[in-house]
């Protein structure tokens, strides 16, 4: 009878599902590196759900370093090798998945997830555990303020920053050709909030009148009536916090409505380097402006072996920003590690850390007490259907600055 | 009196499915996992540490939404709603006032989000089945926008964080655990009570059958509403106990309508409406989830996990482990015996000790129900069309007629399970007709049933528990299972000779047994006036008389019937007024003599051939054969 | 002024892809008293499969619609016979709990297949607009609005004008009574099953144009389709098609008078005022309460 053999089913399934938690509970977590096998790094990246771009492209990030470390003999002469869970973007899970690596599974270090909203849990139970956590994505003050010692983030500056070059030199432009407003569109998140917010403080203090400000939810997919509103304001400047996806659907919709302003920054979306360039069309790319943690133009340190490295393993593809900051996160935990010279004692690679800084692919970091970083974005604009840094003039790959859609400013 | 068959002499199977023994077995099933649980810590493991404090956090949301869910039948998608609202109302306070553990919150962040079910509930009063089940998804989706917009409070979509535990580290996971532990047990005690009280069997009748249950006294919008207000009462706690573990609290996090399905999944999997069952769903679902994480391969997969189980759960066990468990042990333990309804009726019992006697007054009485100008219709059909008569005080009136004439319409009028279109109603000069179904239940009106409408999964003495004389908090907190409530149901019962059947379910009870059941139901209203629909109707002549006994001896006590029937010969041995309904109307009224030779309800009704044959309630008749008088 | 008409223009055309998109939903509804939390899913899946169609073969998805309209009715009708049929005439619980486990397997099973990345399809009308003065009418969502429109009415005409449209409307207002009269409902629930998930067919070709989609979009979607529905009355088709001007038209407004964050509240606002305030929506009917007996 399908009744008594469905609840055969069923109480099979809480049979085992007692024996299993039974099992689990007493089993203890796996001791941490027994000094000869491989070094496991663990990490919870959110490969499906509402952040799996990024955290596929930070998963492909550590792939390539591991790759590369690996053909150099290694970290501190044993090889390396990921524990990687999918998190599916939700916070239960990745402090879920962060506790069964720490404890479980009993890696030797831990990396970080991909966006903040993630990592703000995650690096809770790495920090209560006594965990180094060095962090891809942590761009969100949030972070900073919770007395963690052993939290550092591997890029050139939190979120509120990361504009402030561009909007300097904005505001240092003659007044005749400065814009005279301004626009600031911005997704509901907190990595894309504060970029826009820092460059509004800076733009309006210099006399750019803001006449447009306002937030839209994460799953909006229809701009239409945002840029309506936009363009009914009359603003000669457009500064929007976007992700990707966003930033794509904006700036269609924007040569819809026939609405073309002279400047247009968005951050992160023109990143995105091939993805982005499809998905708005090489034309519409050109002159945007962008705040990069990374470009593949830069002379840093390891780069060109990186994106060697990375074609190689992914199709002839340009590495986008995700896995190149992912790439330097592995650097700033791979530089700790060989200065101490052991992986046991992780207040020691926090305490160095701390002292000293990195070079990596971004350039050079190093870190406030707090764990955020000390530096400054570079601001790129695409030219040409090449993404070109602009600013800082001395790292800059191009001298030209144009306005969007071509043209000389 | 002669009670069921004896049994026949108990074999292995008897046994082994005995209750006693299973009951003795579960208590130390329970005994053996509250142990594991409270010293769950010390296990070595800090990952299966974290699975139970994850689970635990469900376990008690789950047994929470059982008193929604389980016992009232309303299938709430809000639950991790009122989880989050707990965890943002313990983040914020915990901010607020740094220094201070953020545990001492988690009382208020309970009242907190108590307060928002019980207005939710209140809102959504009137709402039923799919409607209420639409408003709790769009109410959890309204939350997360509200935490979303009002940055000032709720720090908008950055979220809030909340500092790391305090402690010493050796303490480890302790506090916490403990903690829910406790919560845990609070949520059962308390669920274990309701289950206990009047209060309980009146969810548990609105689940079953909630338009009865108005008529039996039970007021169900503030049942629901006292019901949601309970069940977010502890998990708002567990809510705050669970940002405080996760140090974060955000509205994407804490908002997703899949914490609400998995919170829903946890109850129907484990057994709705059982005291144990959704804490045993919910450590089955949350290992579950973790596993298929981990070792299942990411998102996708628990996707289809979840959904899968959601989908061959509905299909195959809607009920359901515990008690597709205890039926299957009961089918064993039944197997082959005789059930309960071949055993013969009592008596007919003394009559119930009436708390509020009432005289039989002597003269020609005033109206105790007056009905004017009622008229009901349904579209086109005017199916109660200018309706007017009255019922006598202390006089078993009977309402007769052809079918269709509105006879159920104007009871369903006058009982209160619909409003008229246009029409006064006057109870004892008291104009009802605005009145709620369970209002004129406590005015004294109660009402049977053409189809009985008993509780089906309830016992017969539940049922007879169930109904409420007045509402008051004192009623609801009383004992439904013993205590005088009960004793008062078990003279009842007596009185119309059921009491056999005491503990058999009332599903099991065959058509005329739910008739004298329903009618002992109506009587622990103390109604003033009983309206009967079809009380001869379908059960066998023994039942028939017994029926009338039942009622003249009740009448002799001062009670006042309206009866609907169409067995000419037991109207018109019984009932005195008649009133003769057709097409909406009453078309006559008088003595039983009158009517049988009432043209009117000759043509209408009874047909020029009627016979009566013996005795009418007035006296000797002479038979009439064909034409008029 | 113009800002005005502009934004109820965009309204208007949003709400025609609603409207065709809730069609199917409110149809399976007032035959079946099912609410098909599915729904979305489906319209999902039917963007997929435009969009596969669109990368492998190059089809426009405007010719893409017959194939995969047909492919839906199947999907629907499949899902019918191996799930829904068993849950008919039971609580509302289980089949709100069925649909919406039907709806994550669904989301599970795309994501495997397709990834979790969004797609789009990208046709020479993605991008363009026709202006009207000073109004500017985005040309992909003029077209999906004309194609809705057109979908709707042949929806409507089979209703009408064919048997098993009788059929189906009979079922809908008096089960048994279309028993009597030898309708086979249970077939009759099958096909009304397969053709509002066949609507989608139309209704995810169009999503594929104007929207990226993820398999995680069905979320958003079901939210708003039922307050749709329940704005209109549920059971409605003409009710589906006023509310779905209306939210759309709603959205629209909140954006530009309120705040950009404001079109995500709109179908819960509806959908709360509207079942406290008037349960039966615009354009549904009440049914005798004591039907039971």
């Known amino acids: 009878m399908r009744f008594t053999s469905a609840l055969r089913g069923v109480a099979t399934v809480a049979a085992l599902a007692t024996v299993g938690l039974g099992l689990a509970a007493c089993t203890p977590d796996a001791p941490s590196g027994d000094g000869d096998g491989p070094i496991v790094i663990g990490t919870s990246l959110p490969l499906t759900g509402d952040f799996s771009e990024g955290g596929t492209n930070t998963q492909q990030g550590y792939e390539v370093w591991k790759a590369i470390t690996n053909e150099n003999g290694g970290l501190l002469g044993r090889q390396v090798d990921f524990k990687v869970y999918d998190d599916a973007s939700d916070q239960n899970t990745v402090v879920s998945d962060y506790t069964q690596l720490i404890g479980q599974d009993g890696v030797d270090l831990v990396l970080g997830s991909q966006s903040s909203l993630l990592n703000i849990p995650a690096s809770a139970i790495a920090e209560r555990e006594g965990y180094l956590f060095i962090c891809p994505s942590c761009g969100s003050g949030d972070m900073y303020n919770r007395g963690f010692t052993k939290i550092f983030f591997s890029q050139q500056s939190v979120a509120a920053n990361q504009a402030k070059l561009f909007a300097e030199w904005i505001a240092a432009l003659p007044e005749d050709e400065r814009p005279a407003t301004a626009a600031y569109p911005s997704l509901d998140d907190p990595f894309a909030g504060p970029v826009v917010d820092g460059a509004e403080a800076i733009l309006s203090a210099a006399g750019v009148e803001t006449v447009y400000k306002d937030v839209y939810p994460a799953d909006t997919k229809n701009f239409d009536s945002i840029v309506a509103a936009v363009r009914d304001s009359g603003a000669e400047m457009v500064v929007q916090g976007a992700q990707f996806e966003d930033g794509v659907n904006f700036l269609r919709s924007m040569n819809r409505a026939g609405y073309q302003p002279d400047i247009l920054f968005q951050s992160s979306s023109p990143t995105y380097g091939d993805q982005y360039l499809d998905g708005v069309g090489q034309e519409n790319t050109e002159g945007v402006f962008f705040a990069a943690s990374y470009t593949t133009q830069a002379a840093t340190p390891g780069n060109e072996e990186f994106i060697a490295k990375y074609k190689e393993l992914y199709d002839g593809a340009e590495p986008p920003e995700d896995a190149a900051d992912g790439y330097a996160a ?12 052991s992986i046991d004692d992780q207040d020691a690679l926090a305490d160095w850390l701390h002292a000293n800084s990195v070079d990596t692919i971004l350039g050079t970091l190093s870190w406030n007490e707090d764990g955020s970083p000390k530096g400054d974005f570079l601001i790129g604009q695409w030219q040409g259907g090449v993404a070109q840094i602009v600013l800082p003039a001395d790292v800059a790959t191009s001298d030209e600055i144009l306005r969007w859609r071509g043209g000389a400013l | 009196m002669s009670g069921p068959a004896p049994a026949a002499a108990p074999d292995w199977r008897g046994r082994l499915t005995d209750p006693v023994l299973w009951r003795w077995i579960t208590r130390a099933l329970v005994l053996v996992a509250a142990v594991v649980l409270v010293l769950f810590p010390l296990s070595p493991s800090i990952s299966a ?30 639950q991790g709603a009122f989880l989050g609202i707990g965890a943002y109302t313990g983040a914020i306070l915990a901010r607020a006032n740094p220094g201070v553990s953020p ?12 307060v928002v079910a019980a207005l939710l509930g209140l809102v959504t009063y009137r709402s039923r089945g799919p409607s209420f089940v639409i408003i709790t998804i769009a109410f959890t989706l309204l939350v997360q926008f509200v935490a979303r917009q009002w940055t000032g409070l709720t720090n908008g979509s950055s979220g809030i964080t909340l500092p790391l535990p305090d402690w010493p580290r050796e303490w480890g996971n302790w506090p916490f655990h403990l903690v829910l532990v406790a919560l845990l047990a609070l949520s059962l005690l308390l669920s274990w009570w309701i289950r206990r009280t009047k209060f309980g069997t009146g969810l548990i009748a609105i689940r079953e059958d909630e338009g009865k249950a108005g008529t039996i006294g039970i007021n169900a919008p503030v049942y629901k509403l006292l019901a949601f207000g309970l069940s977010a009462l502890l998990t708002g706690m567990a809510g705050s106990v669970y940002g405080y573990y996760l140090t974060f609290v955000d509205p994407s996090g804490m908002f997703a309508i899949l914490l609400s399905v998995q919170i829903v999944l946890s109850v129907i999997l484990g057994g709705r409406g059982t005291l144990f069952g959704p804490v045993l769903g919910a450590f089955i679902i949350q290992p579950l989830n973790s596993w298929a994480n981990t070792i299942g391969g990411g998102g996708n997969v628990r996707l289809v996990l979840f959904g899968g189980l959601l989908v061959l759960l509905v299909l195959l066990l809607p009920s359901g482990i515990l008690p597709s468990l205890q039926a299957l042990l009961e089918r064993i333990r039944t197997r082959g015996t005789v059930g309960l309804s071949g055993a013969r009726l009592g008596a007919v019992g003394e009559s119930p000790a009436v708390t509020t006697p009432r005289e039989r007054p002597a003269v020609a009485a005033a109206p105790l129900l007056e009905v004017r100008g009622l008229a009901k219709s349904f579209g086109g059909n005017r199916a109660v069309d200018d309706c007017s008569f009255t019922v006598p005080e202390g006089s078993i009136t009977a309402l007769i007629g052809p079918n269709g004439s509105g006879k159920t319409t104007v009871f369903n009028l006058v009982s209160g399970t619909m409003t008229p279109d246009r029409g006064e109603i006057l109870l004892g000069g008291e104009a009802i007709e ?44 009383l004992g439904a299972v013993s205590g005088a409530e009960a004793r008062r149901a078990e003279e009842l019962l007596a009185f119309v000779g059921m009491s056999a059947y005491r503990d058999a379910r009332a599903g099991s009870l065959s058509y005329g047994q739910q008739k004298l059941v329903e ?3 109506v009587l622990v209203l103390e109604p003033r006036l009983i309206l009967l629909d079809e009380p001869a109707g379908g059960i066998n002549p023994t039942l028939i008389e017994r029926m009338g006994e039942l009622i003249r001896e009740l009448n002799r006590q001062g009670t006042t019937f309206l009866l609907v029937e169409h067995n000419m010969p037991f109207v018109l041995g019984l009932c005195d007024p008649i009133r003769v309904l057709a097409r909406g109307a009453v078309i006559a009224e008088g003595g039983p003599e009158q009517i049988q030779h009432d043209p009117l309800v000759l043509d209408a009704y009874l047909g020029d051939d009627f016979l009566l044959e013996g005795e009418s309630k007035t006296g000797a008749v002479p038979t009439v054969k064909g034409g008029r008088a | 002024m113009i800002s005005l008409i502009q934004t109820l223009i965009l309204g208007v055309l949003v709400g025609a892809v609603y409207a065709l998109l809730a069609s199917g939903l409110t149809l399976i509804f007032g035959v079946m008293r ?4 599915a729904h979305g899913a489906f319209a999902i899946l039917a963007a997929f499969l435009t969009y596969t169609l669109w990368s492998w073969l190059g089809l426009d998805p405007l010719l893409s619609i017959p194939i995969v309209t047909v492919a839906m009715f199947a999907v629907g009708w499949v899902v019918y016979q191996l799930a829904i049929r068993h849950v008919r005439g039971r609580h509302v619980s289980m089949t709100v709990l069925l649909t919406f486990g039907i709806s994550l397997v669904l989301e599970g099973v795309m994501g495997f297949v397709w990834g979790n990345t969004s797609h789009s399809v990208r046709t020479d009308y993605t991008d363009a607009s026709v202006q009207l003065g000073p109004f500017f009418l985005p040309e992909a969502q003029l077209i999906v609005a004309i194609v809705a429109v057109v979908v709707i009415g042949l929806l409507y005409l089979v209703l009408q004008r064919t048997w098993a449209g009788r059929a189906i409307r009979a079922a809908s207002s008096n089960e048994s009574g279309a028993l009597l009269v030898g309708v086979s409902v249970s077939s009759v629930a099958a096909l009304t099953f397969a053709i509002g998930t066949a609507t989608l067919g139309a209704g995810g070709a169009m999503i594929s144009v104007i929207y990226p989609f ?20 549920l059971g409605s088709l003409p009710g589906a098609i006023v509310g779905a001007l209306v939210i759309g038209v709603g959205e629209m407004l909140a954006t530009s008078y309120i705040g950009a964050s404001w079109p995500v509240a709109v179908p819960f606002l509806v ?23």
């Open chain 2, 49 to 78: 540490q974290n699975t139970v404090i994850l689970a635990l956090v469900f376990a008690i949301s789950a047994s929470g939404l059982n008193i929604i869910t389980g016992y009232a039948g309303y299938l709430s998608l809000s």
């Open chain 3, 271 to 293: 959908i709360f005022v509207v079942l406290v305030l008037r349960p039966q929506g615009l354009m549904g009917t009440r049914l005798r309460e004591d039907a039971v007996a």
């Open chain 2, 519 to 521: 009618l002992a139901q």
């Open chain 1, 330 to 341: 592995a650097q700033v935990l791979q530089a700790a590690v060989e200065a101490v010279g």
């Open chain 3, 34 to 37: 099912v609410i098909n939390l």
């Open chain 2, 103 to 114: 545990f001492v919150w988690a009382p208020v962040a309970g009242v907190v989000a108590a």
């Open chain 2, 434 to 477: 605005r009145l709620s179904p369970w209002s004129r239940a406590h005015r004294g009106i109660g009402r049977t049933f053409q189809i009985t409408r008993l509780f089906k999964e309830m016992t017969v003495l539940e049922n007879v528990v169930a109904p409420l004389r007045d509402f008051s908090p004192g009623q609801l907190g």
């Open chain 3, 214 to 233: 993820l398999p995680g979009s069905h979320d958003q979607w079901i939210a708003r389709l039922l307050a749709i529905v329940v704005l209109g009355g």
